[in-house]
């Protein structure tokens, strides 16, 4: 398979769309990068399997570190040796279902009670 040539950023253009569209994620070391935070092991496995999932399905492949309570995801387009739309648009969508948080949305999913430990698996930060 081949991949069309993508247009890779400067660190200023990194910085601006970060900070604009992705306010958690850093740019370090030719990487953008966000660490999510969990209650442990059980909610670490389900981000790692979020990400995992999201990441085969968009032809896109993070680097992981992952801990007890956290995971490390980094992202950048090794063919092209920079950071592409690819990297924006996969960490978005990272973003997106793993600070989902359906009891916000006034619909009919509750959501994970947050106010037992027993079930909360995330430390949502916004």
Same mark, same amino acid.
């Given at each position: =398979?081949? &991949?069309?040539?993508?247009?890779?950023?400067?660190?200023?253009?990194? @910085? !601006?769309r @970060?900070?604009?569209?992705? *306010?958690k994620?850093?740019?370090?070391?030719?990487?953008?990068?966000?660490?999510?935070?969990?209650?442990?092991?059980?909610?670490?496995? =389900?981000?790692?399997?979020?990400?995992?999932?999201?990441? !085969?399905?968009?032809?896109?492949? *993070?680097?992981?570190?992952?801990?007890?309570?956290?995971?490390?995801?980094?992202?950048?387009?090794?063919?092209?040796?920079?950071?592409?739309? &690819?990297?924006?648009?996969?960490?978005?969508?990272?973003?997106?279902?793993?600070?989902?948080? *359906?009891?916000?949305?006034?619909?009919?999913l509750?959501?994970?009670?947050?106010?037992?430990? &027993?079930?909360?698996?995330?430390?949502?930060?916004?």
């Amino acid at each position: =398979m081949e &991949r069309r040539a993508q247009k890779t950023y400067s660190e200023a253009e990194i @910085l !601006e769309r @970060l900070a604009r569209d992705l *306010p958690k994620w850093t740019f370090e070391d030719g990487w953008i990068r966000r660490k999510y935070k969990t209650e442990g092991w059980k909610g670490t496995l =389900m981000v790692v399997n979020t990400v995992g999932h999201l990441a !085969e399905a968009a032809w896109h492949h *993070p680097d992981l570190t992952v801990s007890y309570a956290f995971v490390n995801v980094k992202l950048q387009s090794h063919d092209a040796k920079g950071i592409t739309d &690819r990297d924006f648009e996969l960490a978005a969508k990272i973003e997106a279902v793993v600070h989902w948080q *359906p009891g916000k949305e006034g619909g009919a999913l509750e959501g994970t009670p947050a106010d037992d430990q &027993r079930f909360r698996y995330i430390k949502y930060d916004y």
